[in-house]
């Protein structure tokens, strides 16, 4: 499917409870950055395909409602990563969004990340209704993220960028196409 609305940009947003104050350190958000850095990475390094990756937060706008903002911006992503390490509702309403937006959009995917807690393995403590995805779990070690999930994520995500970037370029080839036709 070709969707014409394809952008030299990918996008990588992300839900998690915030910190509440700016000095402590807030291991979901440690590890989002840190699977989209190495996306970012990944990707920076072929400088002939020039495909450009960012990463931001969801969050509300000024001069909107927090629901409209937050909409428009998940519909501007083409990968969500929602940290339910804490039961916050505000996160909850943001995957339930995300979830039911990503049905009609092939260039939207979520995906679900906790951090490892040896006493309560996973499926334990998720909502029954996200049992049935697939949900990376990651540990902090001195400020270092290794997510484990043997590269899952990380693959995943990886596969998403080139989805979309080879989308976009079938969108440009069949432009020139029509051009050429319409010379003849």
């Not at 104050?21 to 990475?41: F, Y």
């Not at 450009?52 to 409209?68: F, V």
């Not at 039911?100 to 499926?123: C, G, H, Q, R, T």
């Not at 540990?139 to 693959?155: C, P």
Request: hydrophobic share 35%.
């Amino acid at each position: 499917m070709i969707n014409n609305n394809i952008k030299n940009q990918f996008t990588i947003s992300s839900a998690y409870q915030w910190s509440v104050d700016k000095i402590s350190v807030n291991n979901s958000e440690l590890a989002i950055k840190s699977i989209a850095e190495m996306i970012k990475n990944k990707f920076s390094k072929n400088k002939t395909l020039n495909y450009n990756i960012n990463y931001r937060r969801l969050r509300a706008s000024a001069g909107r409602t927090m629901l409209d903002s937050i909409m428009k911006r998940i519909e501007k992503s083409q990968v969500i990563i929602i940290d339910i390490t804490t039961s916050n509702r505000n996160v909850f309403i943001e995957a339930g969004i995300a979830l039911a937006l990503e049905k009609n959009n092939p260039f939207l995917s979520v995906y679900f990340i906790k951090e490892k807690n040896n006493d309560l393995p996973l499926p334990n403590g998720i909502p029954s209704d996200l049992q049935g995805y697939f949900i990376s779990e990651y540990i902090n070690e001195d400020g270092k993220i290794t997510f484990k999930d043997g590269n899952s994520l990380r693959l995943s995500i990886e596969s998403d960028v080139k989805e979309y970037f080879n989308a976009k370029e079938q969108i440009f080839n069949q432009i020139d196409e029509l051009n050429e036709d319409n010379e003849k």
